[in-house]
């Protein structure tokens, strides 16, 4: 631009050598204008606006909180949350739940500021510095899920949880922003010495609870999960270093429980889901079997890393974080259209139905399926399909699945007028408190219609 204004200027002055007045004027006139191109650049280098306020259809305005929290939101590793659905395949049976890893992440941290709030108006002392490792602890509690959240854990990563991930990119973050996320790890370890601070990431009514039966109820449009979260935390108090919940709160908890049961056999573990999610992870394990064998496969760069490396626990290297913090759902849906076409029979149809949701029937009953029943399913399937019984298996396979709403060992307390702590479960006037703390184990099978 400045070369173009010096030409443009250069031929005035040529065609005007005799107005000497005009020569002044058009040279005063490049000054400025070189002065307003400076000052644009200028503009351009300043700090953005970090205190940004999101609109969120659950609450409403959420603010972030400082520029810390900003500069970790913007990051890529967290970025990527956007790319990964929060509840997996539950929207082949609910259409509406396409929110995302994001979302919940965001809400999580919204929900943080209120609790903080909540406890310092009863006395509690809670430092900034500790308000800021808890925002950043929920805030990255959820960061290491890999694609559609649980399936990459039983397929081509093994031996290493998601949470073991999520500790691992937070160790990695606080190498870039200079230890500033040290005291968030120590509270997402369960290591800092507050207690009630790492109940308020971990617990039985935790704040991540609070946030996904909430949301995963909006989005679904199941309306037993809709909890009321406020309700909960204005309840929320600190006894003892531990977090407990004030009496007049004890039917909110009573709620809470039956609405995380609820959605637990409603929503999680619905049938339809169950069997697309497996489905996903004999995918997924057929593939990473040819990649194995030197079979070439379409996949991003990010997913062939996966498929052609074993990894585990052992060696989940920096380079290992940095393929995964690439690797998303957009990846495996892509990789899955693609596969519909493969050579091997096993992986192109089992994509094929993924693609098209033709899923395999699923059957749910309370015992076991028998060795004979599923050997007999997989005998008839085997021949129908023109299958070894090994590769039958990718279609013929029977799992268990387990809910517990309640577990007494890790205790909600109540607190009572005279200043006592109490289990909810002994606390509660409600007899099925009790019958939640035990464990309901269902069997199913899966197998072609």
Not at 7 to 28: G, M, Y
Not at 177 to 193: C, N, Q, R, T, V
Not at 401 to 422: R, V
Request: charged fraction near 25%; include cysteine; glycine fraction near 4%.
């Amino acid at each position: 631009m400045i070369k173009y204004c010096q030409f443009w200027f250069c031929n005035q002055f040529t065609d005007n050598l005799k107005n000497p007045k005009l020569k002044v004027c058009k040279f005063v006139s490049l000054s400025r204008i070189l002065h307003t191109i400076d000052k644009t650049q200028h503009l351009k280098k300043k700090t953005p606006n970090k205190l940004k306020i999101l609109n969120d259809p659950i609450y409403g305005f959420i603010q972030i909180p400082n520029s810390l929290i900003f500069d970790i939101i913007e990051h890529p590793y967290f970025q990527r949350l956007r790319r990964i659905a929060q509840m997996g395949f539950s929207n082949l049976v609910y259409p509406g739940a396409n929110h995302t890893r994001f979302h919940h992440a965001i809400g999580c941290m919204h929900l943080m500021q209120k609790a903080v709030r909540v406890l310092r108006f009863k006395q509690v002392e809670i430092s900034e510095e500790e308000e800021n490792g808890l925002c950043i602890a929920i805030l990255l509690h959820d960061i290491g899920h890999g694609a559609f959240s649980h399936a990459l854990e039983h397929s081509i990563v093994s031996e290493i949880s998601h949470e073991e991930i999520s500790l691992k990119f937070m160790k990695k973050l606080n190498q870039e922003f200079d230890g500033e996320l040290s005291l968030a790890i120590e509270i997402f370890e369960g290591k800092y010495p507050r207690k009630f601070l790492c109940q308020l990431i971990s617990s039985q009514l935790d704040i991540d609870r609070l946030d996904y039966l909430r949301r995963d109820s909006f989005y679904t449009g199941v309306t037993e999960g809709n909890i009321s979260s406020d309700r909960l935390i204005v309840m929320m108090n600190v006894k003892n270093e531990e977090l407990v919940i004030e009496q007049k709160g004890i039917y909110s908890v009573e709620k809470f429980l039956i609405a995380r049961r609820l959605m637990y056999w409603q929503v999680y573990l619905h049938k339809t889901g169950l069997v697309a999610e497996n489905m996903l992870v004999n995918v997924l394990k057929r593939a990473k079997e040819l990649a194995e064998k030197g079979e070439i496969l379409f996949a991003s760069s990010a997913l062939k890393y996966f498929l052609y490396n074993q990894i585990n626990q052992q060696n989940f290297t920096d380079e290992t974080l940095e393929m995964f913090s690439k690797l998303d759902d957009y990846d495996v849906l892509s990789a899955i259209k693609e596969w519909t076409n493969h050579q091997d029979k096993i992986l192109s149809v089992l994509s094929k139905m993924i693609v098209d949701r033709k899923l395999l029937r699923i059957e749910l009953q309370m015992d076991a399926f028998s060795e004979e029943q599923i050997n007999k399913k997989r005998s008839k399937f085997s021949k129908k399909l023109g299958l070894s019984e090994e590769e039958t298996n990718y279609f013929v396979f029977s799992q268990e699945i387990k809910n517990q709403a309640y577990n007494t060992e890790i205790p909600i307390y109540i607190l009572n007028k005279k200043g006592k702590l109490k289990d909810i479960a002994k606390a509660s006037d409600q007899l099925n408190i009790l019958a939640l703390s035990k464990p309901v184990v269902k069997h199913f099978i899966c197998y072609p219609k």
